[in-house]
C-alpha cells in the first residue's frame, strides 16, 4: 500500500509584478477566477505535472536546486497548500517538520506552547502530557520550560518545535532541511531519531540539500527540476545524476566569469598598436597561474590587495608576483592568445573531481622571434594561498624560443586537491622575471569531492589496523 500518492498535480502562483483588480475577492474566491482569469504571463507554475507514489515504510528523498519545487510539493503533500490541479492522497497521521515551531506564541512559556503545537498537530491534552518529558529532555530545555518563548535563542526555538513534531508519532514523517536546528550532538540525536522511524517501519519524506542523508538514509529519491521530474529511482542513481548536471551548469557558469575576467584584463592593459584576440566563450575553464621567474620567489604564500599602476591607469609589472591580485600585464612580445583547461575526456571543464587528471592548453604567438622566454603556471585557493607553482626554468629546462605561433601543455596526472575553489595563473616571461604576458587569477577551477576532508592538499595514502581493531568502508 502507498502512503503517499502524486497524480499529475500541478501548482501555479500568481505573480506580483502588474496590478490586476478583481470584482471582489470574495467573487475571485468563489467563481474560481483568482488565477483562471489571468494571462499565462501573470502566473507561475511551480510544479509542472508531477506524479509518484511513497509505499508504506518507505525513507523517500527528494532533491533539487533552489526554485526547483521541492518545498511546494512537501507543503502539497502536508495539506498547507491545494495543488491547481492533479490529486495528492496521504494515508495516516502526518507530521510535517517545514516551519519548525509554527504557531509558538512568543509570550507564553515553553510549556505551554508545547500543549498548544501538539494540538496543532492532531494530538490530545492527554497524549502531549504523556509525552512532555521526553520532548523537553529531547530538546534539552528542562531548565528554560517555564520561560516565555520569547526569551528563547533562535535554536532553543527550533528544537522545542523540532522535539514536538518528532513526538507526535505520526505514520508519515516530512522534513524540509531542518536538521540544522542544533550543534553536533544533536544532530546525531536528530538522525539516530530518523532511523528509529525507519526500523518502526513509518514512512518519511526527506527533503534536503545534503546528498549524503540521501543515499545514506533513503530507499528511493527524485530529482525536481524546475517543477519536472529529471528522475527517479535508486538514490546513488539519481544523486549521480543531479551531480553531473550541477557539475554542467556551473562549468557553464565558471566559463562565463572566466571570459568576462579575461576580457576585463585584456581591456585595462591595452597594448599600442595591438589588441589581445582571447576568445570571448573559451569552452573550457582556463585554469592556470604563472609563477615568478626568479629562482626563489620572495613570497609564494600571499595575496596582496592592490596592483601597480602607471600614471595613465595602465597596468604594470609588481615587485613580486605572488603579491599582485586578479589581473594582466606585459610587454606581449609574446602574448597569450587562448587558454584551455582539460578534464579527464580531454574536453575543456572548469569543474575537476578530486584525483582526475588536469591539462592546461595555452596558445602563444609572437610577431618577432624571441629567443628568451619562460612559461610557467600556478594554482592558488580561494584565500590567495599558493598551492602550487612552476615554470620550465625552475625545472631546469634552458631559456625557450618561440617564433609565430605555438603550443603549451602542462598536464597534472592526479589533481590531489580537497574540495573546494582555485585560482590558476598562467604566464610567459624572460629568465630575469620581465612579464611578456601575465595572467593573474583570471581563470577559475571548482574541485569536487564526496569526501569531507580539511586543507588544500590530498596526497595519496592508505589506513592500516592490526590487532583488536576493527574499521570497514575505508578506501585509500
Known sequence: MNAIEVRDVHKAYRRYGR?????????????GRLLRDLRPDETFEAIKGVSFDVPAGRTFGIVGRNGSGKSTMLKLIAGIGRPTAGTVTVRGRVSALIELGAGFHPEISGRENVFINGMMLGLTRREIAARFDAIVAFAELEEFIDAPVKTYSSGMYMRLGFAVAIHVDPDVLLIDEVLAVGDEAFTHKCLDKFAEFRRKGRTVLLVTHSLDLVTRFCDEALWLDAGLVRIQGDPRRVVDAY???????????????????VQAAAAAAPVEGRTAEVPVEPPAPANISGSAAADEPPDMFKAEEGRPSTSSGRPEEPPDMFRAIEGRWGSREVEITAVEVLGRDGLPTYVFESGDPLEIRLRVEAPHRVTDVVFGVGIFNAEGVCCYGTNTKIEGAASGELIGAGDVRFAIDRLELVEGTYKLDVAAHRENGAAYDYHRLLYTIRVTSRLREAGIYRPPHRWTFSGGVRITGLSS
Open 19 to 31: 496590478r490586476r483588480q478583481f470584482g471582489t475577492l470574495k467573487s475571485a474566491l468563489l467563481g
Open 243 to 261: 551531480l553531473q548536471d550541477v557539475a554542467k551548469a556551473e562549468n557553464a557558469a565558471l566559463g562565463r566569469a572566466a571570459a568576462g575576467a
